[in-house]
């Protein structure tokens, strides 16, 4: 269950409503955010009385009380029935909108991803994606240029004005990555380092939670709910496939998630079809799908040179291939009532 405070609610008011809860015998979990003081009350919620849910409801402090039995609760529709609005800059993420990221798997040189990013931008594409800490499966593969990769694409940011996406994989590196971010991105192999979005929960930049690649629907928004727990209400849920009996693409892209995330979430949705199939062959219809199936955006890997790329050529798409893939993205969200 979750007890929503009103917007001017006082600090004593949030301690006295925790006392009465404390007196009905359960624990609570408090979140205080930016917007909102939400108390959540942890325990079977089952045993609690409906007059004692009434009573809460009555309190003139208490905006609302909304019972989920789930383990997951601030990103639930239960608790949010509104659509999240991601604002960065100028774009906007989630809602009507449809947001297209795009660039390359991993930075590689200055000149690299400066080229790309003015591809992206003359493509349509509003934000700028591109590794710095890469999540490679052997040590021996490029790790990423680090902080240096991060200054290249501020220096690409700066001269396209694309906002950058790109990825931290350590808690010690949050406070830097955020530094020079716009979206933090939480890879498919830490959607479950706990450390990890807890320390996200505490930053002040949007985060793209990828699914992992073995998660259940519960299992990524209880991850979710993580960094909504520690404060971060700025949180978008991305598919990008999972593993399967099925061998013709490197994932199985789970498009069947995305209506399911939309009516269990508020939170936006981006599918990545590029990890999410491994083949630049049908990222582009998998693109397209994924919008006519809900999402409220695409993160894609696109490069000057794709098969030069230093990390995922295989699935990465020409700038090229992104600028016609864009005209049919923008077709199709409009015939889905969307906007871009
Ligand atoms: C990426 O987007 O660059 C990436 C490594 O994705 P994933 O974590 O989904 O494999
Ligand atoms: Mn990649």
Redesign the pocket.
Known sequence: MIIIMKMDAEESQVQETIKKIKDLGFNTHLSQGENRTIIGVIGDISSIDESDVERLRATPYIEEVVRVSKPYKLVSRAFNKEDTVIKINGTEIGGKKIVVMAGP??VESEDQIINIAREVKSSGATIL?G?AF??RTAPKDFQGLGEKGLKFLLEAKEETGLPICT?VMDTRDVNLVAEYADIL??????MQNYALLKELGKCDKPVLL?RG?WATLKEFLSAAEYILAGGNENVML?E??IRTFSDFTRNTLDLSIVPVLKAESHLPVIV?P??GTGRRDIVKPMALAAIACGADGV?I?AHTDPEKAI??ADQTISTADLHALMGEIKYISRMFGREI
């Open positions: 798997c991993t994606r590794g890469k999540p990825e991105q939480v890879g498919t192999r830490n990828k690649m991305c990008r496939g990545d590029s990890h993160t890997e990390s995922d």
